[in-house]
T-cell receptor, first 114, second 109 residues
Framework: KAGVTQTPRYLIKTRGQQVTLSCSPISGHRSVSWYQQTPGQGLQFLFEYFSETQRNKGNFPGRFSGRQFSNSRSEMNVSTLELGDSALYLC?????????????FGPGTRLLVL | KNEVEQSPQNLTAQEGEFITINCSYSVGISALHWLQQHPGGGIVSLFM???GKKKHGRLIATINIQEKHSSLHITASHPRDSAVYIC???????????FGTGTSLTVIP
């Protein structure tokens, strides 16, 4: 089975632009979660989707949004980029929307905002 | 206030040493996960615990629900164990996680 894939792997943007990141979960997994990882804050939960519905959201501003499609693929969007948005963005998929399921992480998208 | 506290932040060990990483949490959880992150960013799930103890090869994870504490042990450490180990508390209100700051482990041959 193919693992979780994320595209693009690397991205450079300038302040004020917007960006869309994509995550394809493992086949059969319907829960997709997004995380931001920075050297200062570590890993932080962004949001979780299951069956095209956002079920949980972390403490991030409204500039961060996402969606999930009927094939379970998910996208996250960040509008009006700020320098502090530079980070590694990871997605993870699991069979069910519960923290008692093993999470399978993608390789991440490294975003640099200049 | 951090929901998950992890210690130590950095750890250097000689090959063959027994290693312990500790994790304390203050939130209600359904499960406690231990993750491993190698340079380059890839994260692998090592354990998912809701009670007791689990063992995979040289790795052992334990959890004490009453004390809200978990430990990850590595027996006979090896240079290939060098990585960042992250404790993640899985919320009991949904598929949401609170993360420790990670322990950077370096095992010297």
């Amino acid at each position: 089975k193919a693992g979780v894939t994320q595209t693009p792997r690397y991205l450079i943007k300038t302040r004020g632009q917007q960006v869309t990141l994509s995550c394809s979960p493992i086949s059969g997994h319907r829960s997709v979660s997004w995380y931001q990882q920075t050297p200062g804050q570590g890993l932080q939960f962004l949001f979780e989707y299951f069956s095209e519905t956002q079920r949980n959201k972390g403490n991030f501003p409204g500039r961060f949004s996402g969606r999930q499609f009927s094939n379970s693929r998910s996208e996250m969007n960040v509008s009006t980029l700020e320098l502090g948005d530079s980070a590694l963005y990871l997605c993870a998929s699991s069979l069910a929307p519960t923290s008692e399921e093993t999470q399978y992480f993608g390789p991440g998208t490294r975003l640099l905002v200049l | 206030k951090n929901e998950v506290e992890q210690s130590p932040q950095n750890l250097t060990a000689q090959e063959g040493e027994f290693i312990t990483i500790n994790c304390s949490y203050s939130v209600g959880i359904s499960a406690l996960h231990w993750l491993q992150q190698h340079p380059g960013g890839g994260i692998v799930s090592l354990f998912m615990l809701s009670s007791g103890k689990k063992k995979h090869g040289r790795l052992i994870a334990t959890i004490n629900i009453q004390e809200k504490h978990s430990s990850l042990h590595i027996t006979a450490s090896h240079p290939r164990d060098s990585a960042v180990y992250i404790c993640a508390a899985g919320s009991n209100t949904g598929n949401q996680f609170y993360f420790g700051t990670g322990t950077s482990l370096t095992v010297i041959p």
